[in-house]
């Protein structure tokens, strides 16, 4: 869904970095345990997906396109969808997802103990994510394919009748309770040849840290992409901020609630577009600069915004690999359907919603894979007063949940 057609690009990214320094003064406690290597391919894997995701999206979007998306939402719903891959079918998928190397299993262990460690962290911090499965019940499925998604994604199993009216709603409303209101419908029909719909649900809302005085929020001018300005609601802070810089963009993070949540904030120098910055984004180099910053004092300006988003992902997917999925002729989703007739994969929608203002943040996403039937240093300054990337950020798995690029902070 477009919601202007002035420069904004959001994407935003709940990730966690293990090494990264602290702003807050309290210690990550020794109860959080360490990730395992599988994990950490896993996450890593995740980032990647991430980026290159991110990368595709703002490349066949127009500039001044509002894009707002998560990747893990997107990731854990073809995750559960790979569990019924077989083939060059799941060969493709496993590649799109930068899951190579990793056996079926430890992708499965891996998303499993991601799952319970993000759930678990921060008590400050309302994170929750859901899975869920819906079937045609009048069709028989793969019980290894049910049990593995029961049992690693925490997924909720459900049969019903597609032909009922109700059903669509059935489905809308469990997207709705778990992603807290902000996504109302992730399903707007159900055809005569769906016979499945995965659908991952995710929820974020975090106080800062450090809250932004609302005494001190004015009007402000925001420099838009191609020259012009638009008005804004501009937010400020002064204080001590994790910060980094080089002669490509400044960065700065920003803890929510005990600090393992956090949002990192991109912003490219003056002349240099966003959008060529974020195609040169990649997982190896991000890691190193979440390496480089360092407690500084300093004056941070940030526009507060407010923005939904949706995006029907099949050709994005398709680009980034796993284009058999979608191929009616290709696809071999043999492990997931127990009849004959051939299946794939017709959709993937992915909506979203986010909020920034003096409090914090508030964000939801969704993704649903529809499986069909295929006949039918010293003191800096920092105003964030033109396009920026910006990152939210778990502290300790690496895990990328969101990310994003704004040209436009539209607030209503």
């Not at 043999?334 to 986010?354: A, C, D, Q, W």
Request: charged fraction near 20%; charge should be negative.
């Amino acid at each position: 869904m477009s919601l202007s057609k002035r420069s904004l690009l959001i994407v935003l990214i709940l990730s966690s970095v293990l090494f990264f320094c602290e702003r807050v003064t309290s210690p990550i406690t020794n109860s959080k345990r360490n990730l395992t290597p599988s994990e950490k391919r896993v996450i890593a894997s995740g980032n990647s997906f991430g980026f290159k995701l991110l990368k595709e999206i703002t490349a066949v979007e127009e500039s001044n396109q509002n894009v707002f998306i998560s990747p893990l939402s997107v990731s854990m719903a073809l995750g559960m969808t790979l569990n019924g891959a077989a083939g060059e079918t799941f060969k493709a998928m496993q590649n799109t997802l930068d899951l190579q190397g990793l056996t079926q299993q430890e992708i499965n262990e891996a998303y499993h103990s991601l799952i319970a460690l993000l759930r678990s962290l921060d008590p400050n911090v309302d994170f929750r994510i859901a899975n869920s499965i819906w079937y045609r019940n009048s069709l028989l499925f793969e019980q290894p394919f049910i049990d593995r998604n029961k049992k690693y994604f925490d997924a909720r199993i459900s049969g019903l009748d597609f032909a009922n009216p109700a059903s669509l709603g059935i489905i809308n409303n469990w997207v709705k309770e778990n992603t807290g209101g902000k996504i109302e419908e992730i399903i707007d029909k159900i055809d005569p040849v769906d016979i499945m719909f995965l659908i991952n649900a995710i929820y974020f809302n975090g106080t800062w840290t450090y809250r932004f005085d609302k005494e001190n929020t004015h009007a402000d001018s925001f420099h838009i992409s191609g020259g012009g300005q638009l008005g804004c609601q501009m937010m400020e802070q002064e204080g001590e901020f994790q910060y980094f810089a080089t002669d490509q963009f400044q960065a700065i993070d920003l803890p929510y609630g005990d600090g393992d949540f956090r949002m990192s904030i991109f912003l490219p120098r003056t002349g240099i577009d966003i959008d060529n910055f974020i195609a040169g984004l990649n997982d190896e180099e991000f890691a190193a600069w979440m390496q480089q910053f360092s407690k500084q004092e300093g004056m941070l300006e940030l526009p507060k915004f407010r923005l939904e988003y949706e995006k029907l992902l099949n050709d994005v997917l398709s680009a980034l690999g796993m284009a058999i999925a979608f191929d009616p002729q290709l696809a071999d989703f043999s492990n997931l359907y127990s009849g004959t007739e051939p299946v794939s994969i017709s959709r993937v929608m992915h909506k979203s919603f986010v909020r920034v203002d003096e409090e914090g943040t508030e964000a939801a996403a969704a993704t649903s894979v529809t499986i069909s039937f295929t006949s039918a240093g010293g003191q800096f300054y920092m105003k964030v007063n033109r396009p920026f990337l910006f990152l939210i950020r778990e502290n300790r798995s690496g895990v990328i949940l969101f990310a994003g690029k704004i040209c436009d902070p539209v607030w209503d």
